[in-house]
């Protein structure tokens, strides 16, 4: 059984979209026999997919801190509640109980704990596959900035091409599963830098 990580905002967007592929990641989650781990809570595309995931009989794992579980924000009817002290050990965990990571719509929040995972996949700290849901172009111009990150040379191709994404919650799913994240070449080639000194 995988596990399965997923990062989305504590709203509902501005589009009845957002939660209806929220839902369908949970629900596909579910129906495939994995795990779903994400911040949870009970509010926003983060409830819709973990209630999408419970109705299919799915599991559930939910990582909140103690200020967000007092505020009550927290899901009552999970697997496992993990209840931590700060946001570091709220991702931490997270990350450590997920075999691969996925962004859905969301905010600063979102972008926070998916660009770390992703940093930490191409530092080789981890082999875990990440990737986006770009449902109706949520991500175009994340994308289209990922890809001037590599022209202007602050990121590597490779790099970049280990960022996954579609815009079909079935489709992202299936290459979060199937992918094999290869090592990293040296993250900074020190002669290459000192050349260019």
């Given at each position: 059984m995988k596990n399965i990580c997923?990062?989305?905002g504590s709203s509902q967007g501005s589009d009845p979209v957002y939660i209806q592929s929220a839902r369908e990641i949970g629900k596909i989650i579910a129906q495939e026999g994995l795990t779903l781990v994400y911040g949870g809570g009970n509010v926003g595309l983060m409830g819709a997919v973990a209630d999408?995931?419970?109705e299919n009989s799915g599991r559930v794992i939910g990582v909140i801190t103690k200020l967000l579980f007092d505020k009550e924000l927290a899901h009552p009817n999970l697997t496992e509640?993990?209840?931590v002290n700060s946001m570091h050990e709220?991702?931490?965990?997270?990350?450590?109980?997920?075999?691969?990571?996925?962004?859905l719509p969301g905010g600063l929040g979102t972008m926070d704990e998916i660009f770390e995972v992703c940093v930490w996949t191409q530092l080789g700290i981890h082999k875990k596959a990440c990737g986006f849901l770009n449902i109706q172009g949520f991500y175009d111009d994340l994308l289209k900035f990922l890809d001037n990150m590599v022209e202007k040379q602050f990121l590597k191709q490779?790099?970049?091409s280990q960022i996954l994404t579609s815009s079909i919650p079935k489709e992202i799913i299936k290459k979060l599963?199937?992918?094999?994240?290869?090592?990293?070449?040296?993250?900074?080639d020190r002669k290459e830098l000192l050349g260019k000194c």
């Amino acid at each position: 059984m995988k596990n399965i990580c997923i990062y989305c905002g504590s709203s509902q967007g501005s589009d009845p979209v957002y939660i209806q592929s929220a839902r369908e990641i949970g629900k596909i989650i579910a129906q495939e026999g994995l795990t779903l781990v994400y911040g949870g809570g009970n509010v926003g595309l983060m409830g819709a997919v973990a209630d999408a995931a419970m109705e299919n009989s799915g599991r559930v794992i939910g990582v909140i801190t103690k200020l967000l579980f007092d505020k009550e924000l927290a899901h009552p009817n999970l697997t496992e509640l993990h209840v931590v002290n700060s946001m570091h050990e709220r991702k931490s965990l997270m990350a450590n109980l997920a075999d691969c990571f996925l962004a859905l719509p969301g905010g600063l929040g979102t972008m926070d704990e998916i660009f770390e995972v992703c940093v930490w996949t191409q530092l080789g700290i981890h082999k875990k596959a990440c990737g986006f849901l770009n449902i109706q172009g949520f991500y175009d111009d994340l994308l289209k900035f990922l890809d001037n990150m590599v022209e202007k040379q602050f990121l590597k191709q490779n790099h970049h091409s280990q960022i996954l994404t579609s815009s079909i919650p079935k489709e992202i799913i299936k290459k979060l599963l199937e992918t094999k994240v290869e090592a990293s070449d040296k993250w900074i080639d020190r002669k290459e830098l000192l050349g260019k000194c």
